[in-house]
């Protein structure tokens, strides 16, 4: 009988073992799960660490692949300690109910660093120096702590090597225009043909000047739409110092020397780069959405009035986020109302009416 009943008895305590065994892992899979949505450090009160000891000492060495909330080296102190009986030696100068940990940068310290780097873009170490000058000794790694959690980026955008292309565009917005080729279909006698213009972009300002369109843009025309740009430049008071364009064949040398000559400088975009002129692009858009798309172009007289008419309602009349929801033309902002009367406001319209805003009625 005993021979029958032990194997029986082994079978049975062996499934147990394994399902046991498979209830542990279920349990040690759960446990990461939730101690990875917990704080990295988790301060214990003396008597939860009584309650891990009661527990955990009899385990032995199996506790290195089960604790989680602390190492298997600070339970063995927790043990050493419990033994000798030591306890943790305070302070009676001190403030006992500080919590644990290094002290957190004063307030007014973190608003001085985070003001440092917005007004000038300085590195961790550059801003360390303005501090000590100023007789304020923190760390740089502090220094880095209190601007990454204030939201910027580990290194700063003001240098040589960390430039960004925005930094670039607002340095030299104020002198910089973009330019490119625009073209519209001409329905002819003959069949369909493209149209030719050149528009130009200023960045600080959002001012925009179209040429008159041509059939041909060989090097005659476009050198002298060249030198007829920087005469309305001039007189918008907008004259250029740089110039950005693409790479477009239709650019040719002339192009480029008759801005020289002027003493601005050609910025040539890397190939396949459009978001690099992405405001002239932008514009293009508008104006190929709000006003080209309507027409259908039967003379080069009739597509450069309609370019006129839009340039003049781009720059005087339509408003432009950029600018504070003002015309880029708009040097003077309106005075604020507190009311007003609906028929003094008046829609003045161009091309038709497709072109329409908003003005006061003349005294």
């Known amino acids: 009988m005993d021979k029958i009943l032990h194997p029986l008895f082994a079978l049975l305590a062996s499934v147990t073992r394994q399902e046991l065994a498979r209830q542990v892992a279920y349990l040690k899979e759960e446990n990461r799960i939730l101690r990875a949505r917990l704080p990295e450090r988790i301060v214990t009160t003396p008597q939860e660490r009584a309650r891990l000891l009661k527990v955990g000492r009899k385990l032995g ?53 985070i003001k440092i780097r917005k007004e000038s873009n300085f590195g961790y170490t550059r801003i360390l120096g303005e501090l000590r000058k100023l007789g304020i000794h923190i760390s740089r790694q502090t220094v880095k702590n209190i601007l990454v959690e204030a939201g910027f980026t580990p290194n700063p955008e003001g240098t040589d090597k960390q430039d960004s292309w925005d930094a670039f565009l607002k340095r030299h917005a104020d002198t910089l225009w973009q330019c490119d080729f625009l073209t519209k279909p001409m329905w002819t006698a003959t069949g369909v043909v493209d149209l030719y213009l050149l528009v130009f972009l200023h960045l600080g300002t959002r001012r925009c000047w179209i040429s008159p369109c041509t059939l041909h843009p060989d090097s005659a025309w476009v050198s002298q739409q060249a030198k007829n740009f920087l005469m309305e430049a001039e007189d918008m008071d907008l004259t250029p110092k740089m110039v950005m364009r693409d790479n477009d064949t239709k650019f040719i040398s002339q192009f480029d ?76 902002p309106p005075e604020p109302v507190e009311s007003i009367k609906i028929r003094d406001m008046v829609c003045k319209t161009r091309l038709g009416g497709l072109l329409k805003h908003y003005r006061r009625r003349a005294a």
Not at 76 to 105: A, F, I, L, M, Q
């Open 257 to 332: 020397m008759v801005f020289k000559a002027s003493g601005a400088k050609i910025k040539r975009n890397t190939p396949l780069s459009p978001n690099l002129r992405a405001h002239v692009e932008r514009f293009i858009q508008s104006l190929k959405h709000e006003c080209l798309d309507k027409f259908m172009i039967v003379a080069q007289r009739h597509l450069n009035h309609i370019c006129r008419e839009w340039s003049a309602h781009y720059n005087s009349e339509r408003p432009h986020e950029f600018c504070e929801h003002l015309p880029p033309a708009c040097e003077h």
């Open 61 to 113: 060495t199996q506790l290195r692949e089960l604790m989680s909330i602390a190492s298997y080296e600070s339970f063995r102190r927790w043990v050493r300690e419990k033994e000798d009986g030591r306890t943790k030696r305070t302070n009676p100068d001190k403030n006992p109910t500080r919590k644990p940990g290094r002290p957190k940068t004063p307030d007014d310290i973190r608003a001085l660093v």
